[in-house]
């Protein structure tokens, strides 16, 4: 196991092998991530927190546009098995304690970005030595500088005054959230020979 990836080819590049395998992981919960985003801003009235939602579905957009061109792409048999099990697992699960399924389905989907923007640092990832201009570490490199960018506005929004009845509830969101996307992070890099447990 490797805190990192590679081994790197001569030029500097992540063997595509572990390319597919983290662009596939990204691909699907930014893309579930998005997905939500825009079905959250349908229910929503509260005009601040639509805002809020429509800024950062266009964020996810950017990262589910940006990865596929960045990506040297190879057959991964194993992802068969994987994506259904990660897709099934970025469902809403709205949790108990809000004042309607509305709120909770927002706060949810809210926690999941805070989760995935917190927990997965896919820059970390790349060796010191890594390619500089190789297009799939300038997109990991982008992923983890936009999410610092929107990581505080989320938290602005789960610690907002609106919330403040349902505290308890909020943290429990936003804690199950963190587990789960931590769990299949480390899962998913860790079958690819990656071992970043002792870092995060």
Known sequence: MSMFLGPLDAAGRVPPGQQTRVAAFLLSCHGAMARQLALA???QMNPAWHAELNAQLFHEA???AL????????IDPELLFLLPGWETSWLPRPGDGFADRT?????DVVAFGHALHSVVRPAALLPQDAAAQDPFALALRRIEFESGRVMQPQIMFLKSADLLPFRSAVNA???????Q????????LAGIGVDRCTSQ
Do not use: D, N, Y
């Open 41 to 43: 801003q349908s229910w």
């Open 62 to 64: 950017e990262i589910v």
């Open 67 to 74: 990865l596929p061109r960045a990506t040297s792409w190879t």
């Open 103 to 107: 709120q909770a389905m927002t706060i």
């Open 173 to 179: 969101a936003v804690e199950g959230r963190h587990f």
């Open 181 to 188: 996307v931590r769990k299949l992070w480390r899962e998913m």
